[in-house]
């Protein structure tokens, strides 16, 4: 089955630092690409970045880059979100997404990780 | 940035076809995708470019992209299609992806 499996919840400090993870499994993992997208409570799905995992390029949206990273390590399929100094605007429920096969960018996001709810909270 | 404006709500009585527009400067040139997502749950691919359906997804579900505005319409709307829907497409000029505001389909 191919699935995109996020980790568990966080409850975070203001300052903390904190790295979530999606793994992939039931596909081949390197010649997808994978984003993130962030929904704040009660709002909309807002895209934030997307990395190839063969090379490790990646793209952020002007609204969070410079906030957060995005890596991979495609030796054990997963690609992370790494914050250096949460904020209580970092709490949101994230997502990851894999976009489908294709040799151009416009294509969907097919495959969608359970969300990882970030809780920043003094 | 390219922004992709859609109403908040839209609401439909069951058996009639609910269409909920996404509005973008030449729209009609891009290629547009549609997620539904349920209150607690993980979005769900239901259209992609334009007017194809995932495997699994109803035929009542379909999307039409033309001039500035694209459209994904549902018919015979059931109580099950409550959820929130949202367009998205990849921007060239900025290399960037963009969802839209998303609209809450409410069923009478």
């Known amino acids: 089955e191919v699935q995109l499996v996020q980790s568990g919840a966080e409850v975070k400090k203001p300052g903390e630092s904190l790295r979530i993870s999606c793994k992939g499994s039931?596909?081949?993992?390197?010649?997808?690409?994978i984003g993130w997208v962030r929904q704040m409570p009660g709002k909309g799905l807002e895209w934030m970045g997307i990395?190839?995992?063969?090379?490790?390029?990646?793209t952020y949206s002007p609204t969070v880059e410079g906030q957060v990273t995005i890596s991979a390590d495609k030796t054990i399929n997963t690609v992370y979100l790494h914050w250096t100094s949460l904020r209580a605007s970092d709490t949101a429920m994230y997502f990851c997404?894999?976009?489908?096969?294709?040799?151009?960018?416009?294509?969907?996001?097919?495959?969608w990780g359970q969300g990882t709810m970030v809780t920043v909270s003094s | 940035s390219y922004v992709l404006t859609q109403p908040p709500s839209v609401s439909v009585a069951p058996g009639q076809t609910a269409r909920i527009p996404c509005g973008g400067h030449?729209?009609?040139?891009?290629?547009v995708h549609w997620y539904l997502q349920k209150p607690g749950q993980a979005p769900v691919l239901v259209v992609y470019?334009?007017?194809d359906r995932p495997s699994g997804i109803p035929e009542r579900f379909s999307g039409s992209n033309s001039g500035n505005t694209a459209t994904l319409s549902i018919s015979r709307v059931e109580a099950g299609d409550e959820a929130d829907y949202y367009c998205?497409?990849?921007?060239?000029?900025?290399?960037?992806?963009?969802f839209g505001t998303g609209t809450k389909v409410t069923v009478l």
């Open positions: 997404v894999r976009r489908a096969y294709g040799g151009n960018s416009q294509v969907a996001f097919n495959v």
């Open positions: 039931g596909f081949t993992f390197t010649i997808y690409w």
């Open positions: 990395i190839n995992p063969a090379d490790s390029d990646t």
């Open positions: 030449n729209i009609g040139s891009k290629t």
């Open positions: 470019d334009d007017d």
């Open positions: 998205q497409l990849w921007d060239a000029g900025s290399g960037h992806y963009v």
